[in-house]
Every structure is written in structure tokens, then in C-alpha cells.
């Protein structure tokens, strides 16, 4: 008889999901930007030290709100990794504008900080940190260069909510960040995400750029008299269920972030002696940053077949998966970006990473069998 089926990913719920959209239905108020959408961008802008922080209806309305707001004119150019999501870059291309990826760094799977300034040229507009993991780029350096060069730094931080960098939330540092809630993610709301303005000079326009271009916002704090369409702008809010369901979770991300840890930190210690024998490395954590668990991958050695491990996990009712096929050998990355400099950690890393099952409510007993089966597998070679 086999054993049961471990999933990748089991959407955790606190328990006050229904009672707060049961709320949300009594009110009467269930488009954007109601009571609990209010609430959920307090909670971010506190949490965050973000000048405003805007719910958003995913993490990629969040980037693409980024590149409205930098004004990309087609031709102008995004420094960032490949080892990302698509969203990172389509957000941009969807403005004309060109990706330019840069290879990652070996330990983090972070976009390599040293390869940023070679790879400026005079249509270099901004540089995307994408947080790979929950683990922070090296912001500083970033910032430095930027500073030389007149750029915006933004951050990618869709995997980076409770996660720190010398302290400070992802996503707080830039002049923009993202974040995610899908339900892939630490806190969820099934769908969902938010802009952070850090910069305070782009608060408005990014109110007025998430109502469809108008100044709706204003005008409900009394601030005009009637809104009118000011901008090219979209509809990038959430409807307040949404916002409801996420505010449950939110209240309790600290605990959620301590029990992602916890799990975290046992495969950590499940896992030394594979990374002894050289059959995989284990995830490499900066001094500098806090992660917040948000997954556990593997890099496993070049002699052992992934595709054969992932098909042994299967057989053994495991679900465990890869990651990014790197943007710039796929035909959309090839058509509308471009690459500098060689981009060799990115396309030998992501042929080796595995991600294992990160879960509240993982035991540790199957923890164990995953540890056991990972085990068999990169043993059968």
C-alpha cells in the first residue's frame, strides 16, 4: 500500500477568513478599496515603513503599476535577472521597454550586484531586485550604483513579505516594491498583491494610475469635488472579499512566518549530511538578511539526473518541482530582451534546483520520508 500523497503546497487558512468576508457581505461594500482594503494597507505601510502601500489584485498589477509610473518609453531598458517569473519582465515589455538580464549569484540565486554597472547604457531606466526565495538581494550595492547612475531601483519582493535585508522589509528599500499573496505564498489571499511607494513622489499618481487614471481616491477624502480621468491609468484593485480574506491573514503573519521557519529549519538539518557526501547543496542564507522560508530548494550535484530524482519523489507520492526556465532562452525573452555578459550560474543553477514541500502543517514525520526519498534518489545514480 503506498504511502499518502505529500503536495507541494497546501494553502493554509487562520480560521477568521469567513467571519471577516461574512463582515465584508454585511456592509454592503464589496468592491476595491472598502474597509478591509483600507485596513490591509495600514497593516503593509506599518509593517513596511512604505510611504503608501496599495492592495493590488496580483503581484504583477503591482509591477506593471511600476513601469506606468517610471514613464517607459519603447526602447528604454530594465536591468534584471532571467531567473525570475514573467511578470517581471512582461510588466516592462508590455511598455515597449527591454529587459536586460544579467546572470544571478551562486549562493542566493540573486541577481549578481557585481554585473549591474557593465550592463547600464544611456537607456538604462531602472534595476529590478528580484528577492529570490525570500532572501534579499545585496540592496546597498545596488542603491550605490544607481545613485552614480540617475536609476530607479525597484523591487521584485513577491516571495519576500515578513523577510528582511540589514533589517529592512523587501520591498521597503527601493523606490518601488511588490508583493505577492497568491496562495503559493507565505499569506494569501488566493489572488492578490500590493504596490509599495517608497518614494513619496509617486503616491499620487499611483492612486490615480490604480483607479483607471482618475483622481477617485481624492475625490472620496474630500479632497476635490468631483474625479475626472487625469492619466493613462487601470484597474489593478482587488475586490474587498479579497481584501477580507487577506486581512485574516495578515494578523497573523508573524505566527505564519515562525511555523514556515520552524519546517524550514528541519529539512535544514534533515538535509546536512547529503550536502557532506556532495549530492546536493543546501539553501545559503547572507548574515545580512532574514529570509522567511517561504521555500526550501536543493541544488543538486551535476552527476545526479534531476529529472530522475523528480521522477522518483513522484513514484514515492511526493510532489516536489523545479523553477524558472530562465526568460532569456525562452522565445518571449529572446524576441523582446536582451542578455549581458554570459549568464552561466543561471542556466546551470536552474537545471539543478528542486523545490521541496514547504507547508504549515508538514510534520515532521513527513519531512522525514521526504528527506528519505530525496535521499534514495540522488543515491541511485
Not at 25 to 32: D, E, I
Request: net charge negative; aromatic share 8%; with cysteine.
Amino acid at each position: 500500500m503506498s504511502e499518502p500523497r505529500i503536495p507541494f503546497n497546501r494553502p493554509y487558512m487562520t480560521g477568521n477568513e469567513f467571519g471577516y468576508i461574512g463582515e465584508a457581505n454585511a456592509g454592503f461594500v464589496l468592491a476595491g478599496d472598502g474597509p478591509f482594503t483600507k485596513r490591509c494597507n495600514r497593516w503593509i505601510e506599518e509593517q513596511t515603513g512604505a510611504a503608501k502601500a496599495l492592495l493590488t489584485h496580483s503581484c504583477t498589477a503591482a509591477l506593471e503599476m511600476m513601469a506606468l509610473l517610471l514613464n517607459l518609453e519603447p526602447g528604454d531598458e530594465v536591468i534584471m535577472p532571467s531567473f525570475t517569473f514573467v511578470s517581471t519582465a512582461n510588466a516592462f515589455v508590455l511598455r515597449g521597454a527591454v529587459p536586460v538580464f544579467v546572470d544571478i549569484r551562486p549562493d542566493t540565486l540573486n541577481i549578481d550586484e557585481t554585473l549591474i554597472e557593465a550592463a547600464i547604457t544611456p537607456r538604462t531606466k531602472a534595476i529590478m531586485a528580484v528577492h529570490y526565495a525570500g532572501v534579499g538581494c545585496e540592496m546597498d550595492t545596488i542603491q550605490a550604483i544607481a545613485e552614480r547612475h540617475g536609476l530607479y531601483v525597484l523591487e521584485d519582493a513577491a516571495q519576500g513579505i515578513m523577510a528582511r535585508y540589514k533589517g529592512r522589509p523587501l520591498g521597503s528599500i527601493g523606490h518601488l516594491g511588490a508583493l505577492s499573496f497568491h496562495e503559493t505564498k507565505n499569506v494569501i489571499s488566493g489572488e492578490g498583491g500590493a504596490l509599495l511607494v517608497n518614494d513619496p513622489a509617486f503616491a499620487q499618481r499611483a492612486e490615480i494610475i490604480r483607479e483607471k487614471g482618475t483622481d477617485r481616491s481624492r475625490f472620496f477624502r474630500g479632497e476635490v469635488d468631483k474625479y475626472t480621468w487625469q492619466e493613462v491609468g487601470s484597474s489593478f484593485l482587488p475586490g474587498e472579499i479579497v481584501a477580507a480574506f487577506l486581512w485574516a491573514q495578515l494578523e497573523q503573519a508573524a505566527s505564519i512566518t515562525a511555523e514556515r521557519l520552524s519546517c524550514w529549519g528541519r529539512y535544514h538539518l534533515l538535509l546536512e549530511d547529503l550536502e557532506r557526501e556532495n549530492l546536493l547543496r543546501r539553501p545559503i542564507i547572507p548574515e545580512e538578511c532574514e529570509h522567511n522560508a517561504h521555500m526550501y530548494f536543493v541544488l543538486l550535484s551535476d552527476d545526479v539526473d534531476r529529472q530522475a530524482a523528480l521522477t522518483y519523489l513522484k513514484r514515492e507520492n511526493i510532489s516536489s518541482v523545479f523553477h524558472y526556465v530562465p526568460l532569456h532562452s525562452s522565445p518571449a525573452g529572446r524576441r523582446y530582451g536582451r542578455v549581458h555578459g554570459t549568464m552561466n550560474n543561471t542556466d546551470h543553477l536552474s537545471e539543478r534546483l528542486v523545490r521541496l514541500p514547504l507547508f504549515i502543517g508538514l510534520t515532521e514525520v513527513e519531512q522525514q520520508r521526504v528527506k528519505e526519498a530525496l535521499s534514495k534518489a540522488v543515491h541511485a545514480v
